[in-house]
């Protein structure tokens, strides 16, 4: 999930919103342990982000006999003004087509993942 900068320094190209928003995406029926061992942050940082995205309309939640159950809205718009008038659709149709192509290998949680140095 991270990778060393340019400048030794560890960042992602996706928020946590993001990478939440992806997996959800992924598996409209995953609990958010799931969704925090995937993307690498803490059940309660994940509970806050699905609030949030539930908040902005970005996805629904409704309960399913003891599980919860999402539904994204791809026409939300993206936030930030540089991508004005763009959906969220899109992308996440593109992320989880790729992930979907690698479905033969098990996905690991990120402290799992190996990561290669710059040569």
Do not use: C
Request: glycine letters at 8%.
């Amino acid at each position: 999930m991270e990778a060393d900068g340019q400048h030794g320094s560890r960042w992602t190209l996706l928020t946590g919103h993001g990478h939440v928003l992806v997996e959800i995406a992924r598996n409209p029926q995953a609990r958010i342990r799931d969704i925090s061992s995937i993307v690498g942050l803490t059940e309660r940082t994940v509970q806050a982000i699905v609030a949030d995205l539930a908040a902005e309309g970005y996805i629904t939640r409704a309960r399913v006999g003891r599980r919860t159950q999402y539904t994204v809205n791809p026409e939300t718009p993206f936030r930030h003004s540089a991508q004005e008038g763009l959906r969220v659709g899109p992308l996440l149709d593109l992320l989880t087509a790729m992930a979907d192509t690698d479905t033969a290998k098990p996905r690991a949680a990120p402290a799992a993942r190996m990561t290669t140095s710059p040569d």
